[in-house]
């Protein structure tokens, strides 16, 4: 078969709706990955879609619409919360599931009762939809298994031969298939995570359940209600091992290799600098929404690079992070290697949150708690190179007779951004040393309670960060109740500190303390804490 290929313009769009009317195959670019689209009507059609892509038949199929009006055709029924989804979220990368209609053939649903249903947000996707004139069915644009693409390139590579054509609307957005959640049940389900994160359905939804299978494998005999649920899916050639570590202990490990031929390390952007072995990066240790875009793009340079083996550095999982972190782990299929030492998390979050309260709750559950407040106040971290240090750069006012005057180091310190940046260059280094000595003296995993833990550097000593939040009328009653601060008082102070989302962007977990009873928050997250993929 010759693969033509098309061009965004006018006459590529009518193009594709030409070939899609008359039952053929084309790959078109969505703002998630790039799909496979075919007439999600004709039984025919779809089929074509198995067999170009090896996808097993009970591999349920996404179907793509333009328009809420196109929905109520296709499934049986559309209820309040189903729109308000839509209403939120579409056009996006939102698939919602629900009961079908007849109209929907079973080689559409993967033989399910059911029908995934999105409006996609990509305007040549949209065109596409609007020039073929029928619903599209349009699965990833890959061979089953192997990476998404989420560039014209590796779709081209994929399905080059197999397919009628392949339209070229440069890179994806997203970078990841969309978010799925079931409204089936009583209760909505997420089904696989995607570029729409859990915080933002539980906003609309209230309620949401998390299936097992976004976080690890069906059992056996389950059906998959979803796509990317049942087979091992997006794996490149190379066998990938997943590392649970902290970054320091993912490098000790990924360097202790020595020279083996083949093997590469999966690693962020701040890693790669210090990675003796070959490496491939996949974004920002804490920019989710790069390593979405980036990931699918790392696992095809591992086959372009002929890679046997690959290390991956674990991704965090909050918001979109739980998206890479669930493509990754079955790229894996499921391989983790848990390093020993410690785990340690580090426990942030703005003044008022309740970071003390979810720290009593950990510690009650197991974990050892290490206060950074007050092991900086002890005079034997700071040893006699420290102190000459700073009274270097303070005056030797900070420390007479070889002691620290904490308080006019403070005010010596605190004068000026760049006294601040100078203390924390001085002081951070044995900081750091002391907390590793205090964390190798513990039993169980330990929790980090640090005020600059990123500032500092500590997070490169943690395997989880652990982010509590709370609303700020909630964090101001509190502050103003602890501290005996007036309100105009305890403004100041939140304006003087990092935002929400700077601890929770960095987060592998969120914990909501804003009211209600914390036992059970506690235990969802205690687990994922402290266990190996957790």
Sequence with gaps: MTTEILRGGPEGIARAGEILRAGGLVAIPTETVYGLAANALDPVAVKKIFEAKGRPGDNPLIVHITEVEQWAALVSALPKRALELAERFWPGPLTITLPKSDIVPYETSGGLDTVAVRCP???????????????????????????????FAHTYEHLRGRVDAVLDGGDCSVGVESTVVSLCGDVPRLLRPGGVTEGQLRVVLGELEIDPAVLGELKPGEPARSPGMKYKHYAPR??????????????????????????????????????????????PRYDRAAQARELFRALHRLDELRAERAYAQMPGRAGVGLA????????????????????IVGLVGQSGAGKSTVAAELVKRGFQLIDCDGLTRRDDVYDSACIEALCKAFGPEVAPDGRLDRRELAGRAFRDPEGVRLLGEITFPPIIRAVRGEAAGCRGPVLLDAPTLFEAGLDRICRRILAVTAPEKVRLGRVMERDGLPMERALERFAAQQPEAFYTGRADLVIDNGGGPIGPRIERVCAQLKGAGG
């Design 121 to 151: 947000s990509h305007p040549a996707a949209r065109a596409v939809i609007e020039a073929a004139g029928v619903p599209l069915a349009a699965p990833s644009a890959n061979i089953s298994g192997r990476p998404s693409p989420n560039t």
């Design 238 to 283: 190379a066998r990938i091992e997943v590392i649970d570590g902290s970054p320091e202990e993912f490098l000790e490990y990924v360097n202790g290799l020595g020279e083996t031929e083949g093997a590469y390390a999966l690693c962020f952007e701040e890693t790669v600098k210090e990675v003796n072995i070959p490496a491939v990066t996949y974004g």
């Design 324 to 343: 890479v972190y669930n493509r990754l782990m079955r790229a894996a299929g499921f391989r983790i290697r848990e390093l020993p030492g410690p785990v």
